[in-house]
């Protein structure tokens, strides 16, 4: 009966062939969908990676630096260190912004690095060609997906810097790479006024009443001051030492300093389970939608391959076949053209991925749980076949 299977295949290959090549780009796009959740979830565990951090010290009661802005003055990893279990503390700032390339522009995170040199929190942990930062200002490390060359000057507000280093995998939580620059810069690239809105906003200071009575002598310089200046980080990454533990360490800034401390597995559970929560629901329903599609087309072909031979069935019934029999050949039918289909849908996500343009991580477990799901879905999808095989009367074939 395996043979007649074959046979039966064989008979009809151009319907297997070109149902099987249909299958397989639905099967491909599913497995592409698993990839790029995957990559997401790489991305923000890249992002975390990238830090270097134990801890994250952020403006109290929010979820930033990542999922929301966060803004903590630029001083207080002096005051970190004094605390007991820190081993080292370094300010952060993260601003995702377009950024002219040529006639065109790339939508990247830029990062602005403390001080210090290649280990030091926050900056880039290898580099692909080029060097690290070494100036305080106008230098920059891109990542290669942002398309920068060595060589190549960048425009961030209103300052231009020399692309010096490029890195690989550098990217945001939502897949944007990153751009590493001086934190002077970057301070003033976020916080910073453009020269217009400052000179607005002194002119109505200066036409205040309540700034210039006698009674307040300096106030009106103060606010004009900060205006031009804002000392301000979006967070201080924070590394601690090996005997002690995050929470040990943490406690004691939220209570005293007044501010919110995540650690690693927190800071992964807010990338993960609230950033891209909603991409995460999105990727599902389209699994769902695709596995659909793909149940109903395998019935369609195996209940069209049925009818054809309803006949023989009949014959095979007639002479004494078992019911096991017949449905194992239906079965069978059902199981190849999900090998047939699966088969054409790894390739075609092995091709497509490094061109996708999200990043899309495709892990062998991901293939094993498709391949399996794809056969419970065909064996699902065979049952309105098996079901009117095994109702043929062997009577017709007389008839």
């Avoid at 403006?59 to 605390?83: F, H, K």
């Amino acid at each position: 009966m395996i043979s007649l299977a074959g046979r039966d295949i064989l008979h009809a290959w151009g319907k297997f062939i070109f149902t099987g090549v249909g299958l397989g780009l639905l099967i491909g796009v599913t497995l592409i969908m698993a990839g790029v959740y995957r990559g997401m979830v790489d991305d923000g565990k890249v992002l975390l990676d990238n830090s270097g951090a134990d801890l994250w010290v952020v403006q109290q009661a929010t979820l930033g630096p990542y999922a929301e802005p966060s803004s903590v003055p630029d001083d207080i990893w002096r005051s970190l260190l004094t605390q007991p279990g820190v081993a080292e503390a370094a300010n952060i700032t993260y601003l995702t912004m377009q950024i002219e390339r040529g006639e065109d522009d790339v939508r990247a995170m830029v990062v602005g690095i403390a001080p210090g040199g290649a280990g030091t929190l926050g900056w880039p942990r290898y580099l692909v060609a080029g060097r690290q930062i070494t100036r305080g200002h106008y230098e920059a490390v891109a990542d290669l997906a942002s398309g920068f060359q060595l060589g190549d000057y960048l425009t961030i507000r209103r300052n231009q810097y020399k692309v010096v280093g490029l890195t690989r995998r550098m990217v945001s939580a939502s897949g944007d790479p990153m751009i590493f620059i001086p934190l002077k810069g970057a301070q003033e690239a976020q916080f910073l006024k453009d020269k217009d809105a400052i000179l607005m906003q002194r002119r109505r200071t200066e036409a205040n009443p309540a700034l210039n009575r006698p009674n307040l002598p300096g106030l009106l310089e103060a606010v004009l001051a900060s205006q031009t200046t804002n000392p301000s980080v979006n967070a201080v990454l924070v590394r601690i030492k090996p005997e002690y533990l995050p929470q040990a360490v943490a406690e004691p800034i939220e209570r005293w300093q007044r501010f919110t401390v995540y650690d690693r597995e927190q800071m992964e559970g807010i990338l993960i389970g609230k950033l891209i929560a909603t991409s995460a629901r999105q990727i599902s329903m389209f699994l769902v939608i695709l596995a659909i599609v793909c149940a109903a087309i395998v019935a369609f072909i195996i209940y069209t391959l049925t009818m054809d031979k309803i006949r023989e069935i009949a014959v095979l019934k007639l002479i004494g076949t078992r019911n096991r029999t017949l449905v194992w050949m239906i079965l069978q039918q059902a199981l190849v053209l999900g090998a047939i289909g699966f088969v054409v849908g790894k390739i075609t996500a092995t091709f497509a991925a490094p061109i996708f343009p999200k990043y899309v991580l495709l892990l062998p477990i991901d293939s094993i749980i498709g391949f399996v799901a794809i056969q419970l879905i065909c064996t699902l999808a065979s049952v309105v076949a098996i079901r009117m095989a095994l109702k043929v009367d062997p009577a017709e074939v007389i008839g």
